[in-house]
């Protein structure tokens, strides 16, 4: 199809002057609308090469590898995968089992050597993992469904985030790709998933995963098809459109497959055999332990004052931990009261009374902490989109990445920067993750 790629380029604007609230808020300079409209009428297989370039350089920060389940990865390498001399079922009947599967799925289930030999990997190596995996998934699985249907993308995605995290919402991996979706800083920003000093939305499971949809749904309107779409959330689109052109126009996962990095060559693998064995669990003796919640047995409340967490637990008895796990955007364990932010609190259901009767106690603990604190809360701070930095003298590149909190890489990057040297006066676009 012949695609056209439009950008909305907005005015740069400086920092905006610190709020009544203390919220230093830097505005917005670019968005980038990457809206691609297919010309039905005109059909061509291919984006530019340039197209390609702009594509992955603006929308896509790439994610080089999936986040450990502890010290494991969950991608197999390729050489850790076994051969099909060792078996947890037999061939006849796993491709029976994928054959119903794929006439019920819009993904490409169909029997494949190469996906026989990570589905038995799986099975017989990372089979202790499951049952927490599944327990996990009965809390964050009906969420996933409902923002998966009211996009129109089939439910069996929701497999993707435990190939992205493990379903860790405050996964991490080694590139900074974070939360259950596994966003990277930029990618996340182009999706409206803010960081501040206090909040990550990366690591919100509902705003994420709304996020999540938003790029596979525009993945999706690129490819015409599900397969592909998950290689390029893992590698950008611009790697699978080449990947096409390289394997001479094949639009098939497994043909354009030894085109692509080798980080994505078993990531839809990986997601495929996710698939079956949470589809064919039982019939493999794989049970989900006992969750410690269900989605539904939790509930929200709006903070009209900045608490922590520690305050919240001394006060209606709820542990810590369960704080953390469900409420894992924000960064310091502390709620920041923000007006026109609405930030909320998640509680277990059988909490939320406890919490309104003893609000007003909270919010009296909060404030003789406060008075007893002999610094400061860390001041808040947003950053919206990237900001406009002019080199000063003395400017380098590692001096301006440790004062923004990015790394001389990303910096080079965002600016295409072919090496180190700087001018006085020169601009640099920044994403920051902090300020200093």
């Known amino acids: 199809m012949r695609f056209l790629l439009s950008f909305l380029l907005i005015s740069i604007s400086a920092f905006a002057q610190q709020e009544k609230d203390s919220l230093l808020i830097i505005k917005a300079d670019t968005i980038i609308d990457a809206k691609i409209a297919a010309d039905e009428t005109k059909k061509q297989d291919f984006f530019t090469d340039n197209d390609l370039k702009v594509i992955d350089s603006l929308l896509v920060d790439h994610k080089f590898s ?33 054959s119903n599967l794929n006439d ?102 509902v705003k994420a995963t709304i996020a999540a949809c938003k790029y596979l749904s525009q993945l999706y309107s690129i490819f015409g098809d599900w397969d592909l779409a998950l290689a390029a959330y893992n590698s950008g689109p611009g790697n699978v459109s080449k990947a ?25 693998p990986a997601f495929y055999a996710t698939m079956y064995i949470f589809e064919h669990s039982k019939d493999h003796n794989i049970y989900s332990e006992l969750p410690e919640f269900f989605e539904f047995q939790t509930d929200t409340v709006r903070v009209k004052r900045t608490i922590s967490f520690d305050q919240i637990s001394e006060t209606i008895n709820v542990d810590e931990e369960v704080l953390t796990f469900l409420n894992p955007s924000y960064k310091l364990d502390i709620i920041p009261f923000i007006k026109g932010r609405n930030y909320a609190l998640r509680l277990p259901s059988s909490k939320i009374i406890d919490f309104l009767d003893k609000e007003k106690e909270i919010y009296t603990l909060a404030d003789e902490d406060d008075a007893k604190r002999e610094k400061p809360l860390p001041k808040y701070f947003e950053m919206d989109k990237r900001i406009r930095y002019k080199v000063k003298s003395g400017d380098y590149l590692g001096k301006i990445a440790n004062k923004f909190g990015v790394r001389v890489s990303s910096i080079k990057r965002w600016n295409r920067l072919k090496n180190s040297n700087l001018k006085i006066g020169q601009r640099l676009y920044i994403y920051p993750k902090r300020l200093r």
């Open 104 to 205: 019920n799925t819009p993904f490409d289930l169909a029997y494949n050597p190469a996906l026989e030999k990570v589905i038995n990997s799986y099975l017989l190596y990372r089979r202790k993992y499951y049952p927490a995996l599944m327990a996990k998934a009965k809390y964050y699985f009906p969420m996933f469904e409902q923002y998966l249907d009211q996009y129109d993308i089939p439910l069996e995605m929701k497999y993707l985030s435990i190939v992205e995290s493990a379903l860790r919402p405050k996964a991490r991996s080694g590139v900074g790709a974070s939360g259950l979706w596994q966003f990277m800083y930029g990618t996340g920003k182009q999706f409206d998933l803010k960081v501040s000093s206090y909040v990550d939305e990366r690591y919100d499971p």
């Open 66 to 98: 999936s986040p450990l389940i502890d010290t494991l990865e969950y991608v197999i390498d390729d050489k850790d995968i076994i051969g099909n001399t060792t078996k947890a079922l037999t061939t006849d009947l796993l491709k029976q089992r994928l």
């Open 244 to 268: 096409i052109k390289r394997s001479g126009g094949f639009k098939n996962y497994w043909n354009i497959r030894p085109y692509l990095p080798r980080e994505t060559a078993g990531y839809v």
